[in-house]
């Protein structure tokens, strides 16, 4: 390949020494004076997709035989930008490129350049639909059409599907375009009907650029199942399209054409002019339409009760879409709900995320959790089966990053912090897993990957190993954004520093940091987050930025509390109040902020006071304690727990205070440990389970030093394998973990007695 034909650019994230999911090539061609043009288009192509960019300096007459081909075989997509240039000398596009392309099977996309040269186009290249980049949604249509189309770049999502063989039932819709709003009336009553959900929709608005709608509109008429002839006045005229070509190309074909009557029409002359055709019904009888399409689907199609998750979430993405049929949110929300319903994992977060963030009823809310819940348990289950897809492997990490971002705020609003650990040590698993199989062969770069660490550290309770992830995170994720600019490169920045303030934040409350100058550095991240936001906020929604603008106000808030209480005179306050006020305004959530953020600072650090009462502090212990029954044979459990040989000194000795040290030793670090033992009737309750409702009354407990405790039920022993142990929700290293510890050491101390004998 002679490469000094070509201006090669090189996609920025390639350039900049990040690695992508793969090599793909754009080919940009046109006239040698549309040089400017072609080069525009190349960088609008390359702010959304990793793809790099070849663009010809219209040398391809010095290639020998068989070379253009050759060459176009490596691309992904043939771009060419229509001008008034190029209809004016269009042989060297029209006789050389685009014969090569269709040889090597590359998708054509003409962009219309400059305005007004449609039918000119149309009378140089013949009837190939244009994509028109003076529209303002050509940004949209574009990354849409790539999605669907030339399939430059597989979002880390979820699962690649196969959208459009997922509807088993095909209607082709024939109309004039004057009659759209009629067209609009059909859809949404045949969309209203449940046992349609499964039957795609096409008609002409959802053409292919750089086909021969000719063509494109035979072959989808001819994949069609049955066709609707949207019937209006308008199908008389003389010489339309639907009367020249679509109604004789579906009777040679054979195709059931149904007539719907949509405004009144003669049908005489509707029969004279469309012969052969069948009876027509009036739109107005929708119980006999409805009849009449159920039972062609039935006999084409399984029921959609009967259709399985996986079906139904592809369903659900073509809908959201327009992949396969037309967009329809409501159908989309139709089908994510069924399939959440039948346990797609995809179906799970999408539907949990919505009502999580959206519905304030704690009914629905307690559904979301469930459904989270159960998502988190079938990633783990994808980790630990070899069959999982390469696709949804890589997936996997993420999607646990966004449950847990999901889920931990309504864990902690309810104080639920034994369901928050169990989460925590599923989501520390899948993280394990993530690290072995590696994001080295995706188009992640690494700022992405240790951000996704971070955020299930952060949740996890691993703060300090979070904040090195999020450090690490920094500098690849700015150069991500210097280089490649595009709306997901600022997002994640965004995101980086909103949550490693947050991180931030949870290390004060929980001890970790005692240096109030360290509100300063948070104060300096989360507003370079909010500048980031603010600006997104120009170019995307509100909804396309899920929880960022919240999650951002609620930290911001949260520090403005932290220096009013702990440093009302640091000049770190100054302002801030307005900045907030600021940012909450360009969101567009000034009045919702007011009733989710917090108006006290009431959480720092985590209070452990007490007021004498050892029931109120077995209520502050049994909130931050997590009580689990030990899993395993009981055996392999008593070996766990007993001293092979000699049994060490204790680290406190003999006794300490009114524990003795035991012949047993912890699980985890396998220290000594000491036993506390309860007068009759003074038995502490262990509550146990997600909502602790349930637990039992050891006779004893057993502490080891490192924090864990160990209790049995009654008349067992540790050394029968029956155990129950806890792990402190808090960091056992920070300030506070110790506290906890501590109080956790007071509170048996206080209800023990040294010289106490339990037969049990």
């Known amino acids: 390949m002679r490469e000094e034909n070509y201006i090669i650019l090189e996609h920025p994230v390639r350039a900049a020494g990040m690695q992508i999911r793969a090599v793909e090539r754009v080919y940009v061609c046109g006239h040698e004076n549309d040089l400017d043009i072609m080069m525009n288009l190349a960088g609008r192509f390359q702010k959304t997709y990793e793809a790099d960019v070849w663009i010809s300096k219209g040398r391809e007459q010095e290639l020998g035989a068989g070379e253009p081909e050759a060459i176009l075989s490596r691309m992904t997509l043939v771009v060419f930008p229509v001008t008034r240039s190029l209809l004016k000398a269009p042989e060297r596009i029209r006789n050389m490129i685009l014969p090569a392309a269709i040889e090597a099977k590359v998708p054509i996309l003409p962009v219309l350049a400059e305005p007004g040269l449609g039918n000119a186009f149309t009378g140089v290249f013949g009837p190939m639909h244009l994509m028109d980049a003076g529209r303002e949604d050509f940004d949209l249509q574009l990354a849409s059409y790539l999605q669907q189309r030339a399939d430059l770049f597989i979002d880390i999502n979820d699962e690649p599907v196969s959208i459009p063989d997922s509807f088993g039932f095909r209607i082709f819709i024939s109309y004039r375009k004057k009659d759209g709003v009629l067209l609009r009336t059909l859809i949404n009553t045949i969309r209203s009907w449940s046992e349609q959900l499964n039957t795609a929709i096409w008609y002409d608005d959802e053409l292919v650029p750089g086909e021969n709608y000719h063509i494109q509109i035979s072959d989808e008429l001819h994949r069609a199942d049955m066709v609707l002839l949207v019937v209006t006045e308008h199908l008389l005229e003389e010489g339309n399209y639907v009367m020249v070509h679509e109604y004789p190309d579906a009777v040679d074909a054979g195709q059931f054409v149904l007539p719907v009557m949509m405004s009144d029409t003669d049908l005489n002359a509707l029969e004279e002019k469309y012969p052969g055709l069948s009876d027509v019904i009036p739109f107005e009888e929708k119980d006999l339409l409805r009849d009449l399409l159920r039972m062609i689907h039935d006999r084409m199609s399984p029921a959609v009760e009967d259709l399985d998750a996986d079906t139904l979430y592809r369903l659900a993405r073509g809908y959201g879409a327009g992949i396969g049929t037309e967009r329809n949110d409501a159908a989309a929300f139709g089908a994510m709900e069924m399939a959440a319903r039948k346990g797609n994992i995809w179906a799970l977060i999408s539907t949990g995320k919505t009502i999580l963030s959206f519905d304030k009823d704690e009914e629905n809310r307690k559904e979301a959790v469930a459904r989270l819940e159960d998502a988190a348990e079938g990633l783990y289950r994808m980790t630990e089966d070899p069959s999982t897809p390469e696709q949804q492997a890589l997936s996997i990490l993420p999607a646990t990053a966004k449950i847990m971002e999901l889920l931990f705020p309504e864990y902690h609003r309810k104080e639920q912090y034994q369901r928050a650990w169990k989460l925590a040590g599923t989501a520390r698993m899948i993280n394990d897993y993530g690290q072995r199989v590696g994001f080295q062969s995706t188009s992640m770069n690494d700022g992405v990957v240790s951000l996704y660490h971070a955020n299930i550290l952060t949740c996890d309770g691993?703060?300090?190993?979070?904040?090195?992830?999020?450090?690490?995170?920094?500098?690849?994720?700015?150069?991500?954004?210097?280089?490649?600019?595009?709306?997901?490169?600022?997002?994640?920045?965004?995101?980086?520093?909103?949550?490693?303030?947050?991180?931030?934040?949870?290390?004060?409350?929980?001890?970790?940091?005692?240096?109030?100058?360290?509100?300063?550095?948070?104060?300096?991240?989360?507003?370079?987050?909010m500048d980031l936001t603010a600006d997104l906020m120009k170019v995307v929604s509100l909804a396309e930025l899920a929880n960022l603008p919240f999650a951002l106000a609620k930290n911001y808030r949260q520090l403005i509390l932290y220096f009013s209480v702990f440093a009302p005179d640091h000049p770190g306050l100054t302002d801030m109040s307005e900045i907030e006020q600021t940012f909450l305004m360009q969101c567009g959530i000034y009045q919702?902020?007011?009733?989710?953020?917090?108006?006290?600072?009431?959480?720092?650090?985590?209070?452990?006071?007490?007021?004498?009462?050892?029931?109120?502090?077995?209520?502050?212990?049994?909130?931050?304690?997590?009580?689990?029954?030990?899993?395993?044979?009981?055996?392999?459990?008593?070996?766990?727990?007993?001293?092979?040989?000699?049994?060490?000194e204790g680290v406190f000795g003999d006794t300490e205070d009114n524990a003795t040290a035991s012949s047993y030793k912890c699980m985890a670090c396998g220290k000594r440990l000491y036993r506390f033992v309860f007068p009759e009737g003074n038995d502490p309750v262990i509550p146990m389970g997600p909502e602790r409702n349930f637990g039992f009354s050891p006779a004893r407990i057993f502490v080891c030093p490192c924090g864990r405790l160990y209790a049995a039920p009654k008349g067992r022993k540790l050394s029968d394998g029956s155990v129950s142990s806890a792990t402190l929700v808090l960091d056992r290293e920070s300030q506070l973990g110790r506290m906890l510890f501590d109080l956790w050491w007071t509170y048996l101390n206080s209800i023990s007695d040294l010289y106490a004998r339990r037969s049990e």
Not at 593 to 620: N, V
Not at 624 to 639: I, K, N, Q, S, Y
Request: net charge negative; charged share 30%.
């Open 462 to 529: 691993d703060t300090e190993l979070a904040d090195r992830y999020f450090e690490s995170a920094e500098k690849p994720l700015i150069a991500m954004k210097e280089s490649v600019g595009n709306a997901l490169s600022r997002f994640k920045l965004a995101e980086l520093y909103s949550n490693w303030a947050g991180n931030s934040l949870q290390m004060i409350k929980y001890g970790q940091i005692a240096d109030m100058n360290q509100l300063l550095v948070i104060r300096e991240r989360l507003e370079k987050s």
């Open 592 to 648: 919702e902020a007011q009733e989710f953020l917090p108006k006290e600072q009431d959480d720092f650090p985590a209070d452990l006071r007490y007021d004498g009462s050892l029931t109120k502090l077995k209520e502050i212990l049994d909130r931050r304690t997590v009580w689990f029954e030990v899993l395993g044979h009981p055996a392999d459990v008593a070996e766990i727990v007993s001293f092979d040989g000699m049994i060490p």
